[in-house]
């Protein structure tokens, strides 16, 4: 079953697509009359409708998911070309809540504002067809380009911090991300050149944790997909205290 975004209060029980949207439920997903799609409103709420030539019609209730028990916020270098758009895909996929691309020192990719922002609007696409497709609930969020200390300014309060770090001698991931209860963590990762001494020493005054990802060395968009997966599946330090099973 297909799943469709639409900025739209499914407590309704017709929806009326914009002439855009029209067009991709005909042309891209070849849907017709009396097709069945759910709707989802990335804020959590879903419900299923048939398609009708004069909207979308409500078949099922509304249902509500519940909310995640921890956000994963990751910041990496933006990187070149197809690679990004790859990235922020992949990132929606394993349940990343906030995705930031980073202007590093090291990046390759410079990207002046023209530029930026249709590559923003092309990264917001790309995130909203990857959560189509895999079916999350909630929609990640996509922010604009960012210096780093932009992004860590803008972090939660009382989000942990923690950088992905391949110089050796850190604490494993999984580990970090298990034994810390917050409810909001954040990653960095840096570009194919690494992060600069000086982003280090941000990252440090701000109370990061530099983190690895296991012996391999891996190219910046592996290394990104490995920490938001590892971070997201990893339950908060009091929920394992409280689950026997998990000691």
């Known amino acids: 079953m297909r799943q469709l975004w639409l900025e739209s209060d499914l407590h309704k029980p017709v929806l009326h697509p914009s002439a855009d949207q029209w067009r991709r439920l005909r042309r891209v997903l070849r849907l017709r009359d009396g097709d069945s799609l759910t709707v989802a409103d990335g804020r959590g709420a ?21 909310g995640p028990t921890r956000q994963v916020h990751i910041g990496v270098g933006v990187l070149k070309g197809e690679r990004q758009s790859w990235l922020l895909q992949k990132l929606v996929e394993v349940g990343a809540d906030s995705i930031a691309p980073l202007a590093l020192k090291h990046c390759v990719v410079k990207l002046e504002a023209t530029r930026a922002d249709k590559r923003i609007d092309r990264w917001q696409a790309v995130a909203v067809e990857a959560f189509e497709q895999c079916g999350r609930a909630r929609l990640p969020e996509v922010t604009n380009v960012q210096r780093l200390s932009e992004w860590l300014g803008s972090l939660p309060e009382g989000c942990a911090l923690a950088w992905c770090d391949e110089r050796g001698g850190a604490r494993a991931i999984a580990t970090w991300a298990a034994g810390t209860d917050a409810t909001d963590v954040a990653l ?55 689950d026997p099973t998990l000691q």
């Open 46 to 66: 879903r419900r299923l409708y048939v398609l009708n030539e004069d909207g979308l019609h409500a078949a099922a209730p509304r249902t509500e998911a519940p």
């Open 188 to 242: 960095v990762v840096g570009p194919e050149g690494g992060l600069s001494d000086e982003e280090r020493a941000l990252l440090v005054h701000h109370g990061a944790t530099p983190v690895h990802l296991g012996d391999a060395v891996l190219r910046a968009e592996t290394a990104a997909i490995v920490a938001a997966w590892a971070a997201h599946i990893a339950p908060p330090h009091h929920e394992i205290a409280m």
